[in-house]
């Protein structure tokens, strides 16, 4: 390398600031950027906005109200509660045994199918709360008809099944979420037992939904014809294959 481009580099090297020299500082009178923050701690725009959102929730809701909106809301609900309730619960059957397969589904498989079981039974079960709290509201029947099977005045049959179908899914849906203590054989025995109650308080549902309020339609009546179908036929393969295998029950 010639000397004059060492030298001129050389003098770059020194011409450059060293880390260690601090930064000017700002004078004292010099004013800063303008603080956004709020004296509380959080941003201007936030403070201004709390008092606001409770006044647009409420403004909302005053809307809502005077539109007749929520007179609408109550008779989709009226109707629409127990039919939503009814298939989420038979969607979580269908998953149930769909989780039992091992012949087409893989482990990866099942723990998905258990998980989307699980999912359809909380909702399921959200569903149904509702159902019962809209027939009470509207005066369809009393909160002890809907508590004790077999009171209701007008249609004690029918309202008391409904009223065993939900008892039958609240206590099925305890068991399985504390699944673990059932320890051992017989313990385990006892879960599949009361686990297996779903079928039958599904079977209950059934008859109410289709009973207990307005006259379904016909494609409904095919729809619940057929997942009554499906879930029978899967049922009875899988107790055939648990007979085969193990000589016991599911």
Known sequence: ??????????????????????????????PGPPDRRAPGGGFAGTAV???ALPAA???????????????TL?????????VLALVSLSVTVLWGLAATDR?????GHRLLAQAVHR???????????????????????????AAIPFTDGARPGLIGLGTLAAYT????????????????LSGARWWRALHMCAYLAWGLALVHGLKSGRAAAGWAVA?????????????ALRLRDARRNTGELP
């Open 74 to 82: 109550m008779r989709f609900l009226d109707f629409g509660a127990g």
């Open 49 to 51: 906005l709390r008092p």
């Open 169 to 184: 899914f609240i206590a099925v849906a305890v068991t399985g979420a504390v699944r673990g203590a059932f320890t051992g």
């Open 103 to 107: 012949m087409v589904l893989h482990s």
């Open 223 to 235: 729809g619940y014809a057929i997942c009554l179908t499906a879930v029978a036929v899967r049922l």
């Open 119 to 145: 999912g359809t039974a909380v909702a399921g079960l959200g569903f149904l709360g509702l159902h019962i709290w809209v027939k009470i509201a509207e005066g369809h029947t009393g909160a002890a008809a």
């Open 1 to 30: 390398m010639s000397a004059p481009r060492l030298q001129s580099r050389r003098a770059a090297h020194r011409a450059r600031p060293s880390p260690s020299v601090p930064r000017p500082r700002r004078p004292p009178n010099e």
């Open 57 to 71: 929730l409420l403004l909302f809701l005053a809307v809502t109200l005077h539109s007749g909106a929520a007179e």
